[in-house]
């Protein structure tokens, strides 16, 4: 049992009128009434609150949540009173949020039930566990509050940010993935490999109309021909310490896996096959290329378990991975970062013996960071030096650019949140220039 504030306020001016009756000795008998009605209506609180366990609070959520996305908690709060009541509901969120603000306080009617919404955003992968759900009822005369605790102890896994699966899902059936810079590549009659009949609609070539088909229908039919053939994709995911920066609350690597997440999603639905390698040291995780419907499924629980270590990765262990498991040519989007020319250099022998054998797209990421403290107006000579520098780390990272096209390896050059939209546009570039092959 909790006392609230409005017995408070009454005691207090029951003292008050008691302090008083000493030079008023008719308010005394009238402060004694009234201390004696506060003790009646404390009582009547306490039975009507205490005569049953009419509160019940339950929590639903997934039991996997999206890293990086707003995801959905819900708390039904059900009142089996024959009166309203004002509750306070706080839910113990898993302690990694670092949030003291999941407190609601509400009225509900009798019989009534609500349910309270709040999204959680969590920024790394694992295991989260969700604790007790406290609520303190008082009823309409509000003096005291009877704690209920449910007692609903759950853990729920963050997965690699599979929200975006879908969401680039949706805007592929709605034609407007290009809203996210994403263009769509499928042509219609310009390759060998039929796919289907469809009718002609204005901007379709000529070339492609079926007028066999056409005549049996009695309306223009056109060919539609798959624009690729099925290629071996490898999202290839450097873990080391150069991908423990942190971009809004996420590291790079996270920003690696989601983005690897949706391209193979994206990559099997173009029938490409898909498969997936992480490396340190050594290479530690590796899933061969196929279209099996359980591959997305595999990919995702391979990511969720990868972590980040201290040391520097081994492109060489990489090589020799890729050699001894990897037979066919294949596109590999090798997802690392280069801080400088010579961090680059290290290991340019091996990406360049790595494109030797198949198709390189190496993504590497920009400093935001610097970038917005090289727009910063400087104020004396010291912000001056320290722009010329940020300048100059800026237009190292984009000569990296061209020293890898130099030795002919693909690359990309992009910003942690612009990284999804970006790998699949040189991606679906690279399909749709049938440079795979």
């Not at 819900?74 to 407190?103: C, H």
């Not at 997802?335 to 190496?362: D, K, W």
């Not at 096209?405 to 999804?420: A, F, R």
């Amino acid at each position: 049992m909790f006392l609230t504030l409005r017995f408070y306020i009454a005691m207090g001016i029951i003292i008050v009128m008691f302090s008083l009756s000493y030079s008023l000795p008719w308010l005394f008998k009238i402060s004694w009434f009234t201390l004696l009605a506060l003790i009646g209506f404390i009582l009547i609180d306490f039975v009507s609150l205490y005569y049953k366990k009419a509160i019940k609070a339950q929590r639903k959520c997934n039991n996997r949540f999206s890293n990086g996305d707003e995801n959905k908690v819900v708390i039904e709060i059900e009142n089996k009173y024959i009166f309203p009541v004002s509750i306070e509901v706080i839910d113990e969120i898993p302690v990694v949020f670092q949030r003291r603000d999941v407190l609601f306080k509400i009225k509900i009617k009798k019989a009534e039930t609500k349910d309270l919404v709040y999204h959680l955003k969590p920024f790394k992968r694992g295991a989260y566990q969700f604790d007790v759900i406290h609520a303190y009822t008082s009823s309409p005369i509000g003096l005291i509050q009877r704690g209920y605790h449910f007692k609903q102890i759950e853990t729920v896994k963050v997965y690699p940010s599979y929200k975006q699966l879908h969401q680039y899902e949706l805007m592929a059936i709605n034609n407007k993935i290009t809203d996210q810079g994403i263009k769509r590549i499928r042509k219609i009659g310009n390759n060998t490999d039929f796919e289907h009949i469809k009718e002609y609609v204005k901007g379709d070539e000529y070339r492609s109309m079926n007028w066999k088909a056409s005549a049996r229908r009695g309306q223009l039919m056109v060919n539609v021909y798959q624009d690729e053939r099925s290629q071996s994709i490898f999202n290839v995911i450097d873990k080391g310490r150069v991908m423990q920066q942190a971009f809004e609350k996420m590291t790079l690597l996270d920003y690696a896996i989601n983005a690897s997440l949706v391209l193979s999603y994206i990559a099997m639905n173009k029938d490409d096959k898909v498969g997936l390698i992480t490396f340190d040291k050594e290479v530690n995780t590796f899933l061969p290329a196929t279209k099996k419907k359980t591959q997305m499924q595999e990919i995702q629980e391979r990511l969720y378990n990868e972590k980040n270590t201290f040391g520097e990765s081994d492109f060489s262990n990489l090589c020799i991975g890729v050699n001894r498991l990897v037979n066919k040519r294949s596109l590999f989007i090798l997802y690392t970062n280069f801080i400088n020319l010579s961090s680059l250099q290290r290991q340019l022998p091996y990406i360049i013996q790595l494109a030797q054998h198949h198709r390189v797209l190496v993504v590497f990421f920009e400093d935001n960071e610097m970038i917005d403290q090289s727009k910063e107006t400087p104020t004396n000579v010291q912000g001056y030096y320290t722009q010329a520098m940020l300048y100059k780390g800026i237009q190292e990272k984009h000569s990296l650019v061209t020293h890898l096209k130099n030795h002919g390896v693909l690359t990309l050059l992009t910003s942690p949140d612009k990284l999804t939209a970006d790998v699949i546009n040189k991606y679906l570039d690279i399909k749709q220039r049938n440079m795979l092959t």
